[in-house]
């Protein structure tokens, strides 16, 4: 077993798990080889892939220790990498939201006109109230509409 390369050791603790019958994680990355030009998978230069084999080695050697040797402290350490993982989930969603915040809004604007301009074309009346309202929202995010 090779702590020092991601990848073998992820594999080999995947192999020990799988031997055993004890469950596991297998983490599968999808089209990053049209990222990546390499052919080589044995020099790690995505993060992407250093990460999730990272991760799915944690997960499966805290696993290995509870059954294994019933390690509670690995079963307080996979509770601790899950508040972590939801909280850089939380800050993760905040900032996209933050950085983000015109391109919903721009987003809401198109379907709201689209709805509109289907409804105008099928001549069914918008309430007043509707379109003040959709003006109103239009105006306090400083968008011309």
Do not use: C, W
């Not at 020099?43 to 040797?69: Q, W």
């Not at 996979?78 to 983000?100: C, F, M, P």
């Amino acid at each position: 077993m090779n702590k020092y390369n991601p990848e073998e050791f992820a594999n080999d603790i995947k192999n020990i798990m799988k031997e055993y019958g004890l469950p596991y994680i297998d983490i599968k990355i999808y089209n990053e080889s049209a990222n990546d030009n390499s052919k080589d998978s044995s020099k790690l230069k995505s993060p992407l892939k250093n990460v999730s084999l990272k991760i799915e080695a944690l997960v499966n050697a805290l696993l290995g220790d509870m059954m294994f040797a019933g390690m509670e402290e690995a079963g307080f350490l996979i509770n601790q990498l899950e508040n972590q993982i939801g909280d850089l989930l939380t800050l993760s969603a905040y900032l996209r939201l933050k950085h983000d915040k015109n391109k919903i809004t721009n987003v809401i604007k198109d379907k709201i006109e689209n709805v509109m301009k289907q409804r105008k074309a099928e001549s069914i009346p918008i309430p007043k109230a509707f379109s003040e309202a959709l003006k109103e929202i239009l105006k306090d995010d400083n968008i011309d509409g």
